[in-house]
Nanobody
């Protein structure tokens, strides 16, 4: 099992940047593909980005390409999401998740979830 704790959310203005972090427990962090999802008020949770177990490859949803960067540090059991040029539509609760597969983009592929961290972008 792995436990995930997100941090780094906050209230920012459009155009600002934020860095979200997710700290994972356990010794097998490098065995999990990691991902970030978000849920806006009144909407379903959606995929944002994912990174492979080794950190060598990553994918993004179209709306964040070129603005968000996912990274991981397997030695420190950390996965991060650097968010630049934030827009009001990026507002939501951001969740870190762990999948037993190499990399995953579908919610049902993720076995473990953090509690989420709120990101609010004002215009």
């Amino acid at each position: 099992q792995v436990q995930l704790v997100e941090s780094g959310g906050g209230v920012v203005q459009a155009g600002d940047s934020l860095r979200l972090s997710c700290a994972a427990s356990g010794r097998t962090f490098s065995s999990y593909g990691m991902g970030w999802f978000r849920q806006a008020p009144g909407k379903e949770r959606e995929f944002v980005s994912a990174i492979t177990r080794s950190g060598g490859s990553h994918v993004y949803t179209d709306s964040v390409k070129g603005r968000f960067t996912i990274s991981r540090d397997n030695a420190r059991n950390l996965v991060s999401l650097h968010m630049n040029s934030l827009k009001p539509e990026d507002t939501g609760v951001y969740y870190c998740a762990a999948a037993t597969s190499w990399i995953a983009t579908m919610e049902h592929e993720y076995a473990y979830w953090g509690q989420g961290t709120q990101v609010t972008v004002s215009s």
